[in-house]
């Protein structure tokens, strides 16, 4: 039996709505945590190519009143990149279907992997189009990203989605609605708990995540080594990423009677998330890039 089973507290995923002659404004937790997210890293970057003496050479890779402009690039290539993410790697037939709904952003659907391909593409574009060293603005943009990383798995949390496995660990959530009670049919527990993947995604993605990376910027120099500190966010993303979806409900489109952990890969009688698969080739590249920026240094 469980010892123990938290009720998931009643939390409004809207902070506050009005309707005023017909307009109607809602706003929400997971769109005030992607704002918080892009005004911390603004203002966190400024700061950075505001101290030269961060920088190789002392000499910062770009004036600090250049970074509102990276920052739209980083926005649009956000946006653009997590929603085709999420129709390419997890409901293509559904899209290909109902292809007016790829608009539908606001009704969700992001993926991290496609919004992390969206911001390299407009990292790289921004970098071309102002003469600046794409190795050093990708350090700035890892450095911040768990930022906004960590406040959108809350989001998620408060928004009571992308719940974990069921499990029978004190720290379980009874989260609502009929999908989170649906456990397996031999599950012998009263109550359908499960893991708050979401809160350790916030702590590994994002404040340890962050943690390290502040350290190593600001006491160990690692911006003197352009890609380094960029090789490190991406090793160690993937890392946590793939570590907490073995705790993480797969996708419902993933899970058959066949297949009721949602492999999409497997490897004789292991298998593998679609988040594992995808956050594989993140840990080799975040290691290689850290190994080849290191010895180029």
Known sequence: MTPFAILFPDLDPVIFAIDIGGFSFALRWYALAYIVGFLAGWWIIYRMMARPALWPGDNAPMAPDRVETLLTYVIVGVILGGRL?????????YYLANPTEILRVWEGGMSFHGGFAGVIVAGLIFCRRNGVPPWRVADAMALVAPIGIGLGRVANFINAELWGRPTTVPWGIVFPGPQAQSCPWDWAEPVCARHPTQLYEAALEGAVLLAVLV????RRGWLKTPGAVTGVFVAGYGLARFAVEFYRQPDAQFITPDNPLGHVLSLGPLGLTMGQ???????????????????QA
């Open 85 to 93: 993410g999420f129709v390419l790697f997890y409901q293509p037939g």
């Open 215 to 218: 350290w190593l910027v600001w």
């Open 277 to 295: 698969v995808l956050s594989l080739p993140m840990i080799v590249a975040g290691l290689a890039i850290l190994i080849w920026r290191r010895r």
